[in-house]
């Protein structure tokens, strides 16, 4: 009998193989088309092989090497001997068995994790069928650069593909049902970077309904009631991700909705219909609850250690998150509007760009830094970045926060001169 069975190999799923083997589990883990998942294939990495190119002629070129090369690297972590990797779609028989669907073969183990991931949702409007209405999969898979590209939704992935294929050359227009973009960052860094964008030449229609999509146009209501078109060559549908969920999820016994995904207990165990299940965990974006790779890898390490009886202290409550447009932007931690409505006492410490002498000698200088932290630098809470590197400077962040440090004891910690990082001390 093996210890576990892992449907799904993204970064959720592999990771979990990989720290599972190490730990001595004898793992089989089974993957339906390519290992690496999303992220790997149609996600994170070709997205920003794209951000990191100069020309859509060059993105194209690099993804053939880059893609493949990880994909390697990942079928290396596979080889583990104590992994099996099954390529094929994993189906429930009952809780504690899966059968691979061409072979017919039965696996059993004594814990199954579900990581099958998510994919996108489609907005139910006429024309949503079109031949040129892709997702994110079918413009990373156009072979010629669109002239006109209308992108429905200004969340991560709108975002990010507006300012990528803007400065590949094509004339960008988003539409956006909300007042502002990105609704899930602090709305401060979300309008300033909305702005940069709209100077840099992308349009962006907000709070704007899209209607029909037809003779390659897209019909939307504005916010006054009246009903316009954007013509495109290319229409990019981002307005979110779903769970991906399978039918024979049913035979397993646990909760589970289309929309939702599965339901999961703060160990990623699924919560049984009725009576008790042991065994059965889903980590990430099947479970909606984080959709984020690094979200998934680090659930699928805190399963293993509670399938191994090993405490942890893994903060799934402190996640970053970063959008990869031009300015970036990225977080941690609750937004200022959100610690408002918990009614928490805090205050706000801002810093700019164009006072850091590295902003000032990359070009850089545009960008932002807030920092919510307890009364009298006290504790900090969360940090809100918009500029260049604010994934990196978030990640500094993330250390503090999951540490339980002060305001004051980031602004007494020794930063390299010059370093954007300095940005984070010189906030007011
Ligand atoms: P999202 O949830 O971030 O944004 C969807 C946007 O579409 C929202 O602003 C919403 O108001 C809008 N929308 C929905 N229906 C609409 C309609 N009918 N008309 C106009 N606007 C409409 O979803 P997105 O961008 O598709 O991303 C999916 C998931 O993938 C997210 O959970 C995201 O976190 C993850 N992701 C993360 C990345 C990163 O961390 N850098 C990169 C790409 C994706």
């Known amino acids: ?20 083997a190490k730990a001595g589990l004898k793992v089989v883990i089974f993957e339906g088309a390519e290992v690496g998942g999303t992220c790997l294939n149609v996600g994170c990495i070709p997205t920003k092989t794209y951000v990191h190119s100069s020309s859509f002629a060059e993105a194209r070129e690099r993804l053939a090497t880059v893609v493949p090369g990880l994909r390697a690297g990942v079928e290396g972590i596979l080889s583990h ?22 072979s017919g073969e039965t696996w059993s183990a ?7 991931g998510s994919e996108s949702k489609m907005i139910p409007v006429p024309g949503i069928d079109g031949a040129n209405v892709v997702d994110s999969t079918g413009l990373l898979n156009l072979d010629t650069l669109p002239g006109k590209l209308c992108i429905i939704g200004a969340g991560v992935i709108g975002m990010e593909f507006a300012s990528v294929f803007n400065r590949f050359g094509t004339e960008v227009t988003v539409i956006e049902f909300l007042k502002e973009c990105l609704p899930a960052l602090d709305a401060d860094i979300a309008k300033r970077l909305r702005k940069q964008m709209e100077k840099e030449g992308i349009t962006f229609n907000m ?4 209607k029909e999509i037809a003779d390659g146009k897209v019909f939307f209501d504005n916010k006054k009631g009246q009903t316009e078109s954007v013509e495109a060559d290319v229409i990019l549908v981002a307005t979110g991700r779903k769970p991906r969920v399978q039918p024979d999820f049913a035979k397993a016994g646990f909760v589970c909705d289309e929309r939702k995904g599965i339901t999961v207990d703060d160990d990623f165990k699924v919560l049984p219909i009725e009576g008790k299940l042991e065994g059965v965990y889903a ?26 009886g090993k405490e942890d202290g893994i903060r799934l409550d402190v996640m970053p998150a970063a959008i990869f447009t031009e300015p970036e932007a990225a977080c941690v931690g609750p937004s200022e509007d959100q610690l408002k409505a918990d009614g928490i006492q805090f205050e706000c ?4 760009y164009r006072a850091n002498g590295k902003a000032m000698s990359m070009g850089k200088t545009e960008g932002m830094v807030k920092l919510c932290c307890e009364p009298d630098e006290g504790k900090l809470l969360s940090a ?18 999951t540490l339980g440090a002060t305001l004051r004891q980031l602004r007494e910690t020794v930063h390299i001169h010059p370093t954007l990082s300095e940005v984070l001390i010189e906030v007011n």
């Open 1 to 20: 009998m093996n210890d576990l069975i892992i449907i799904g190999a993204g970064p959720g799923g592999y990771r979990t193989a990989e720290y599972a």
């Open 81 to 102: 001997p104590n992994i099996t990797l099954v390529k094929e779609k994993a189906q429930f028989v009952d809780a504690k068995t899966v059968q691979a669907s061409t």
């Open 110 to 116: 004594d814990n199954i994790i579900i990581a099958t």
């Open 207 to 210: 709070q704007c309904g899209v």
């Open 283 to 308: 980590i990430g974006d099947v479970n909606g609850r984080q959709m984020l790779a690094h979200a998934a890898e680090m659930q699928g390490i805190h399963v293993v250690n509670h399938i191994l």
């Open 349 to 352: 410490h801002k810093s700019f």
């Open 384 to 401: 809100h970045i918009y500029g260049a590197h604010a994934a990196d400077l978030v990640q500094e962040m993330t250390a503090y926060i």
